[in-house]
């Protein structure tokens, strides 16, 4: 398994997070109670149903401190696994594998959570033809990670950053003096992807005239949204956002909107009870 995700560098994160686990001393448990030569073979396997992400992550981990461990994947990103499945078998030292446990846990642990939660979401969405936007609100340092979950779920990722559209909201629009010349500012830099957020239907005609491309309809109840779509009529796509849960998505998606964003996706997503057993070999 070779995992690439643009803009990550694994090795690095790798590092990073062993580091942090390993301190100025080690992994002094494992150096006291187990013998240098003692091999070991382990089996991850998930104790909920989830939608599994961050498998060859974990690899990484193990290969990081036993570049000989021979890694065998039972399940891949993005399969949808009952309690009690097995997701991956590992062998080789046994210190090694012991010091990276909880490093590799932790990564899939977080990232299959965030599947499984945006899996819900896009299942609870099907048929209604809306697709799942994930946001920016994620943890500092793993914005490319948790994305790559929330697509591993079914999600379309939104703005990666700041940097690859203007996304005008509403502290922008107050400073700015309104929609329209905020949009119209964007335009000017030679923004190509302007994203307005309203929150009043007569927000859209001027949003639209001063150049926005995509319309973020910011906590509408599906009434005014339904209104808000009939307004736009396919001019631009349109996005219903704002304290969107799994029991008001279906109804906000059957709206005609064109995107659904949720940051509880990625900010609310409890981490998958997955672990790590000893096997007999």
């Not at 909920?48 to 974990?58: H, M, N, S």
Request: one cysteine or more.
């Amino acid at each position: 398994m070779t995992f690439r995700l643009d803009g990550f560098d694994l090795g690095a994160f790798v590092a990073a997070t062993l580091a942090e686990d390993l301190g100025e001393s080690g992994d002094v448990t494992s150096a006291a109670v187990i013998p240098a030569d003692a091999r070991f073979t382990a089996v991850m396997d998930s104790r909920d149903a989830v939608t599994v992400c961050g498998l060859e992550i974990a690899a990484a981990f193990f290969r990081a401190l036993d570049a000989q461990a021979v890694i065998e994947p039972i399940a891949r990103d993005g399969d949808r696994v009952a309690p009690g499945s097995d997701l991956m078998r590992v062998t080789g030292n046994a210190r090694a594998l012991l010091t990276a446990e909880r490093s590799a846990l932790n990564t899939v642990q977080h990232l299959s959570g965030i599947a499984t939660l945006t899996r819900r979401y896009v299942d609870r969405i099907e048929g209604t033809g809306a697709t799942l936007l994930d946001t920016r609100k994620t943890i500092p340092g793993l914005r490319r990670l948790e994305k790559y979950a929330t697509r591993t779920g079914g999600a379309r990722n939104h703005r990666m950053g700041l940097w690859d559209a203007a996304m005008i909201k509403d502290n922008h629009v107050a400073v700015a003096g309104g929609v329209g010349p905020a949009a119209a500012l964007a335009k000017a830099a030679g923004i190509a992807d302007i994203i307005v957020e309203v929150d009043r239907v007569d927000q859209i005609a001027p949003a639209i005239a001063a150049g926005a491309t995509h319309l973020l309809l910011d906590n509408m109840p599906p009434a005014v949204l339904r209104e808000a779509v009939a307004l736009v009529a396919g001019r631009v796509p349109t996005e219903a956002s704002g304290g969107v849960t799994l029991d008001t998505i279906r109804g906000i998606a059957e709206t005609g909107v064109t995107f659904v964003s949720v940051g509880r996706i990625t900010q609310s997503a409890p981490a998958s009870d997955i672990g790590l057993d000893f096997a007999e070999v």
